[in-house]
Structure formats: structure tokens, C-alpha cells
């Protein structure tokens, strides 16, 4: 679609009051303040941040291993307090609704801190949790919580027996079934709910004043699918059956069971101390290994608790709270290749260094994935700074797209053996997942246990796209039989509306952004319908302001995609889409990049308080503080190559050695 010459005149002419010379002066600021956010060991790296949780269940994990420090309790109090809505509660997202687990999860830690019960913040956060009904309305992550401080029944959670580890993998029904987030969580939590530790707490500590219904302590009411046959009902069986198990005096497998727990989780902990390099499995697995016995003075266990003091903790003036994972490959690879855009030489010493970092974050151990995908040198890049045994496709196929662009040596071994890890990671669909292949058995998230969002790693668009686009842009031909798949799954998963889901951002905006340049550059025509629709959608989504925002209730209600306020990063990314398609005097083009130089702030960057970034999809959200730095220069930057004719796709850097 292209407008008459007279609209493209009036639209370029309307792109900022100083025309190319504000364009240029907004890119300078952009590459002038993202190069001061280099760290001296040539990596970026922001804060990922989330929600309340991280704050309280920190609170609570300090309780419960006796490790609690008064300033840095009180530092948790002041954040607690700084993240209350005016209705009492705490969001899964900023600006979003209330969470009923999250504010219970929130209010229980102010309150075992010693915040007075009667203080105005406790007492309209305890009228919005018991409006949604209570702790009887939280989900199992909550109550399991409360069950460490005597303040719910364990034997009302649902069975997690440690057997369930002696599973072998060619079971139906196994531990690496389940994402490996959610796996190693499960590792731990089986042990957990073997010892079933119970903390005692002070009783002002105590959250009766939570249950609606005081026997809404000891039992959860789970509800059964209408038809008789289903994953669902036959979980809640099973678990029935293993209650009665429970009961029982002898167990002639628990001992072996716990011993191969306790032997699983000491061999996954990483080298910064932590379980996955994530919040979730890192708590559970010293939760874990404190019920099991081990002491504060053991060495993992030490090593544990300061993975969380050192990088993931989040020190502000006086308050203190953790981070649920780190990002600083992504943000590296991300950075350096908006910062190539934007006009930086291949040869700066900030991006060699760069480039160096990165090829230094090769993943060249066996992980988790090599057990379903046997035989494969390993060769894969990380989200974190440390692991080895969780390699992402998502992030290798970026740092791939990232070292392309930088004089850098030798870059030639990892880019060969991810290429190799990547097609060997491709599922039998033809898509990606994050971390594994074919993890994509739905019927594990019915099991009750799994309320907590995401269970399982299936391909997604996004990640997809990604992929796509490394080997595209590294001259694999639309022809290998590899990239066939990947692009008919794409086109599979393109909505009827033209745009295509999420999954690792919000939301059809991300997933658009990522699906459309991957396709062009893989070689679709851009006047292919099916990308003509993309642009329609785009087109029709744009905001009045000229930019694009996609609020996370999206993934509450599709229905509301492409809409909400405007955001730098997501308006990049539909920029980004667009400069794949249109030429850069395309109306939408010039005004997107019009509100981009019109929002940046004097120091080079855009606020943007918004969450962009998905964790799992409805129930746990981030905000990646360098998306509103890489994303907009990156756009920025396409968009003047293109505007002073240039080729859509930087050429690849000579090889060094």
C-alpha cells in the first residue's frame, strides 16, 4: 500500500520541526546515552521488573531459613508499600488490576514484618483480598506459602508425591514433560510437600482475618470439567488416589526418592548460586534443602541465598527487593544491534567488546534439553550471565543476528554450532520453543498442582520468527527443508485478523514485529496478501498520537490487542514491521518515527512505565528497563538507512578468524 506523493510530501514534512536534523539529533542522543549503559565488561543490562511477589516472597524465604536482617526487612516494608494501589491491592502489571494472590502474598509479608494491622494500607488491602473472596481465591503458589507459616492445611494442597521423580523420561508421564522452569520448581516442591516444615510465627503474624470461611483453611474446592473423560478429571482422580497413598505407613520408596531430589537439585544449582538463574525454582530449592536438613553454613545453601544478595538483588535509596530472573544476553545482543542500525561501525571497540562478551557466553555443557534431544554438540547462548544448563533458542538466534554485525574473532566455531543446536531444537510442528523440543503436552498444565501459568514450553511465533530470521540473514535459502517448516508454521499461526501472537512480549504487536521482517527476510514478496493484511492491521492500530501501545490484559482478552497507550518499544516494533514492507515515506512510517522524536527525553531515552514483556502470559508480566532504549534506535536507525536508500538489512561483517 503506498500513498499518492502529495500525502508521502505532507507526511515527510511532518516528521519532527526540524526535519533530519532532529532525526539525527534524537539518534545521536539514543546512541550517546545507550553507550554510557555499557558496563566495563562490554555487556548491557537493566532491571527486569515484575510484581510484589518477588519483594514479599523474598520477606517470606528469609523467615523461613531464619536468615532475616532487619534494614533489608524494612527495605521490603517501604517497597511493599510503594507498589500499593489506591484500592489496597498490588497488580500483576503496573496499571493493571488487582491480583488476589499477589496482595495476599504482599500483605501477609507486611504483616509478619510488623506493619500494625490496623495501619490504613493493611486495612484496605484486607478489604480488597477478602472482596475477591479470600485466600479460598488464591492460587496454590499462595497458599503453599502460607502452609510454611501454619497458616493453611498442607494436606488440603494437591498430592506431590517424590516418587513422581523416579519417572523414567519415556514415561507418559514425566519431570521433563514440564517446562524447564516449571520442572525445577517441581523438583523442589516434591520435597517440600514430603516434609510438609511448618515455621512458627508470632501470632500477630496470623492471617485468619484473610479466610472467609475459617474451613477454607483446611481444603480447596477444585472444580471438575462437565464431561466425564477428561485430563482434568483424571487428575483429580490420581490425585485422590495418591491422598490415600499418603496415608499410609509405609513408603518403601520415599527414602530413594528424596535422595534423588536432593541429588537433582545440588547438580542444577548454577554457578551464581541459583536454580535456572530464575526466582521461582531458586526459593523452592533452598525451601527444599532446609527441609531435607541441610543447615545455613552449607555451602549451597550459602551460595544460594547470596545468588539472590548479589546481582538479582534491587537496591533503591532505602528499599530492597529481587529481581526475577537476569537479562543481561539479550539486552547485549539486543543493544548491539540497534547500536549497528543507528550507524555505529562494525569495528567500535564498544560493540567488539561487546561481540567478545557474548562469544565468552557460549553454552558448551549438556543441559536439561539434551535428554529428549540426544547426540547434539552443545552450542547455545543463555538469557543470564550464568547458565549452562538452560541455553534459550530465543536468545541464541539474537546473539547470532548480534556477531553477524561485529568485527569480531572468532566467531566462526559458535556460529556454526549454534546453527547445528538450533536445527536440532526445531519441534516436529516446525517451530521453536524456548528451551526444549516438542514440549508441547498441554494435558500437564490440568494437573491440579499447576495454577501458576505457563507448564509446558510449545513453539511460539515470536521465537519462531527469530529463529527464521538468524538463518535467513546468514544465507540459509527459503528452499532448506528446515526453513520450509518454520515458515509454513508461521503462516499457520497467523490470526485471521493479519497480526500474530506474543509470547515472550506484549503481544500481537511483538509477535507481529518479529513474524514480519523474519518472512521478508526469508524472502517472501512483500506484496504477498497474507502480509498485506499484517500492514492493514498495523495501519488500522496506529494510535492518534502516531504511535502503537498493546496493553497486557490482551492476554486476558484478545479482543483488545492493539490497544492501549503508546509505548517507544512497541511502536518500534510495529515500525520495525512496517520499514519491512512500506517505503519509509509510508504515512504510518512517518508518523510513528515522528512520536519516537518527539517523546525522547533530552538525555537520549523514553519513559515508559508500561509493561512490554511477557513472563507467562495473564499471570506474571515484566518490564524490561532497556526496552525503551535498543527497540526506538533501533527503529530510528532502519529508518534513516532506508530513507537515504540503503539496503533493509545491514551486510554481514567479514569473519576475522
Avoid at 530470521?469 to 546468514?474: H, M, S, V
Avoid at 509477535?511 to 504477498?528: K, T, W
Amino acid at each position: 500500500m503506498t500513498a499518492p506523493s502529495s500525502t508521502r510530501q505532507e507526511a515527510a514534512s511532518a516528521t519532527a520541526p526540524g526535519g533530519a536534523t532532529s532525526l539525527d539529533g534524537c539518534i545521536d542522543r539514543s546512541v550517546k546515552h545507550l553507550l554510557s549503559l555499557q558496563a566495563e565488561d562490554g555487556y548491557w543490562w537493566a532491571e527486569l521488573e515484575s510484581n510484589a511477589t518477588m519483594a514479599a516472597e523474598h520477606l517470606l524465604l528469609e523467615h523461613f531459613l531464619g536468615t532475616t536482617e532487619p534494614e533489608r526487612e524494612q527495605g521490603i516494608v517501604r517497597y511493599l508499600l510503594g507498589l500499593q494501589g489506591e484500592d489496597g491491592s498490588w497488580p500483576v502489571y503496573w496499571g493493571g488490576p488487582g491480583d488476589v494472590s499477589i496482595s495476599t502474598e504482599a500483605y501477609f509479608a507486611l504483616k509478619l514484618a510488623g506493619v500494625d494491622p490496623e495501619r490504613e494500607e493493611m486495612t484496605r488491602a484486607r478489604r480488597f483480598i477478602r472482596s475477591k473472596g479470600g485466600v479460598a481465591a488464591t492460587r496454590i503458589f499462595t497458599k503453599l506459602w502460607l502452609s510454611l507459616f501454619g497458616q493453611f492445611d498442607w494436606d488440603a494442597l494437591p498430592a506431590m508425591p517424590p516418587e513422581s521423580i523416579l519417572m523414567p523420561v519415556s514415561s507418559p508421564l514425566n519431570l521433563y514433560m514440564f517446562a524447564s522452569w516449571a520442572r525445577a520448581t517441581i523438583v523442589a516442591i516434591l520435597v517440600v510437600w514430603a516434609y510438609k516444615p511448618v515455621v512458627p510465627i508470632p501470632d500477630h503474624a496470623h492471617v485468619d482475618e484473610l479466610f472467609l470461611d475459617p474451613a477454607d483453611r483446611r481444603s480447596i474446592r477444585f472444580s471438575r470439567d462437565r464431561k466425564p473423560f477428561t485430563w482434568r478429571n483424571a487428575f483429580l482422580a490420581i490425585d485422590k488416589a495418591l491422598r490415600a497413598h499418603e496415608r499410609l505407613p509405609f513408603k518403601p520408596l520415599r527414602r530413594y526418592a528424596l535422595e534423588q531430589c536432593e541429588r537433582w537439585i545440588v547438580d542444577h544449582q548454577e554457578a551464581d548460586g541459583t536454580w535456572g538463574v530464575i526466582q521461582p525454582p531458586s526459593v523452592y530449592s533452598l525451601i527444599a534443602l532446609k527441609a531435607h536438613g541441610y543447615s545455613m553454613d552449607h555451602p549451597v545453601m550459602k551460595k544460594g541465598l547470596n545468588g539472590f544478595l548479589g546481582d538479582f538483588a534491587l537496591r533503591r535509596g532505602d528499599t530492597f527487593s529481587v529481581q526475577p530472573c537476569l537479562s543481561p544476553v539479550w539486552d547485549t545482543a539486543l543493544a548491539i544491534t540497534g547500536l549497528r542500525e543507528a550507524g555505529v561501525p562494525a569495528d567500535d571497540e564498544s560493540l567488539v567488546q561487546a561481540g567478545r562478551w557474548l562469544l565468552a557466553h557460549e553454552v558448551q555443557s549438556l543441559g536439561d534439553w539434551a535428554l529428549t534431544v540426544p547426540g547434539v554438540e552443545p552450542g547455545g547462548f543463555p538469557f543470564e550471565f550464568s547458565n549452562e544448563l538452560y541455553p534459550d533458542t530465543d536468545d541464541t538466534a539474537e546473539v547470532l543476528i548480534a556477531l553477524r554485525l561485529v568485527d569480531v574473532r572468532g566467531k566462526d566455531g559458535p556460529f556454526h554450532r549454534a546453527k547445528n543446536w538450533l536445527r536440532a531444537m526445531q519441534s516436529r510442528n516446525g517451530g521453536w520453543g524456548a528451551f526444549d523440543r516438542d514440549n508441547d503436552d498441554e494435558f500437564v498444565a490440568r494437573i491440579p498442582f499447576a495454577d501458576f501459568g505457563a507448564t509446558f514450553d510449545p513453539p511460539t511465533e515470536d521465537v519462531t520468527a527469530h529463529i527464521v530470521e538468524a538463518f535467513a540473514l546468514e544465507g540459509t535459502p527459503a528452499s532448506d527443508e528446515m526453513m520450509e517448516r518454520a515458515l509454513d508454521y508461521l503462516w499457520d499461526t497467523q490470526e485471521p485478523d493479519g497480526s500474530w501472537w506474543g509470547r515472550w512480549g506484549v503481544n500481537y504487536l511483538y509477535g507481529l514485529g518479529a513474524a514480519v521482517p523474519a518472512l521478508l527476510a526469508a524472502g517472501i514478496d512483500a506484496a504477498d496478501p497474507r502480509l498485506r493484511k499484517a500492514v492493514r492491521w498495523l495501519e488500522y492500530h496506529q494510535q492518534a498520537d502516531g504511535g502503537w501501545g498493546e496493553s497486557c490484559a490482551t492476554y486476558e482478552d484478545p479482543s483488545l490487542r492493539g490497544q492501549g497507550p503508546s509505548t517507544a518499544s512497541q511502536t518500534a516494533w510495529a515500525l520495525l514491521a512496517l520499514l519491512a514492507l512500506e517505503p519509509p515515506d509510508h504515512p504510518a512510517i512517518v508518523r510513528g518515527i515522528d512520536y519516537l522524536v518527539r517523546t525522547q527525553t533530552e538525555n537520549g531515552e523514553w519513559i515508559e512505565p508500561h509493561f512490554t514483556g511477557t513472563g507467562f502470559p495473564r499471570d506474571f508480566m515484566l518490564k524490561y528497563h532497556l526496552y525503551c532504549n535498543y527497540w526506538p534506535l533501533w527503529a530510528l536507525g532502519r529508518y534513516r538507512r532506508l530513507r537515504d536508500g540503503e539496503p533493509i538489512h545491514l551486510p554481514e561483517t567479514d569473519p576475522l578468524g
